[in-house]
């Protein structure tokens, strides 16, 4: 059974940093590309980064630059997300998925862990 679970949220004021991470367990995690996404209250789900097999390529949202960094460690089974300087329209739950390498679709998706960013 394939399990990704979210940590690192919780309620920071603006400016902190945060790091979230997601532990998977159940599937071969190198052979995935992940991803984090987030949604805020009222509004849709929004891609925020996602890294390919290996750690050897990044991408964020392009509103999103220069605040996010999305890592991997395989050793870990681990996918973070930094996020630097938040800002209180980062409030949101945020959720990591993965897919298989070379598809579009993320198949798996963990539970979300909530930001609060008081301003």
């Known amino acids: 059974q394939v399990q990704l679970v979210e940590s690192g949220g919780g309620l920071v004021q603006a400016g902190d940093s945060l790091r979230l991470s997601c532990a998977a367990s159940g599937l071969p995690f190198s052979s995935y590309a992940l991803g984090w996404f987030r949604q805020a209250p009222g509004k849709e789900r929004e891609f925020v980064a996602t890294i390919s097999r290996f750690g050897s390529s990044t991408s964020d949202a392009d509103s999103l630059k220069g605040r996010f960094t999305i890592s991997r460690d395989d050793a870990k089974n681990t996918v973070y997300l930094q996020i630097n300087n938040l800002k209180p329209e980062d409030t949101a739950v945020y959720y990591c998925?993965?897919?298989?390498?070379?598809?579009?679709?993320?198949?798996?998706w963990g539970q979300g862990t909530q930001v609060t960013v008081s301003s």
């Open positions: 998925a993965a897919r298989r390498v070379g598809a579009q679709e993320y198949l798996y």
